[in-house]
Nanobody
Framework: QVQVEESGGGLVQAGDSVMLSCVVS?????????MGWFRQVPGKEREEREC???????????YYTDSVKGRFTISRDNAKNTVYLQMNNLKPEDTAVYYC???????????????WGRGTLVTVSS
């Protein structure tokens, strides 16, 4: 059974930095899957999750939504079945539950992701 577990969220102040981690267990071929970080504002539906960043299976291709470019960095360590999201210069509008997704194809829509974690809440105060 595949398990995806995010960690690293919390309450921070605007301008602070946070690193999120996502560990995937139960997938022996983790290095064959693309990974994505999505965020969902409390009260919104799963279909409204915003793709924040994605990374391909090898880690040499990444995508960022415009609002986080230059502030967030996605990376992965295939030896540890882990993907990271380094978030710098956080803003109140970054407040959301951050979810990690596993995809055999990659992409920015939730429907191509087959496994999800339960999310980790990041709250940015002004």
């Amino acid at each position: 059974q595949v398990q995806v577990e995010e960690s690293g969220g919390g309450l921070v102040q605007a301008g602070d930095s946070v690193m999120l981690s996502c560990v995937v267990s139960g997938r022996r071929t983790f290095d064959k899957y693309a990974m994505g970080w999505f965020r969902q504002v409390p009260g919104k539906e799963r279909e409204e999750r915003e793709c924040v960043a994605t990374i391909n299976y090898s880690g040499d291709t990444t995508y960022y939504t415009d609002s986080v470019k230059g502030r967030f960095t996605i990376s992965r360590d295939n030896a540890k079945n882990t993907v990271y999201l380094q978030m710098n210069n956080l803003k109140p509008e970054d407040t959301a539950v951050y979810y990690c997704g596993v995809s055999p194809f990659g992409g920015t829509t939730t429907d191509v992701y087959v496994d999800w974690g339960r999310g980790t809440l990041v709250t940015v105060s002004s």
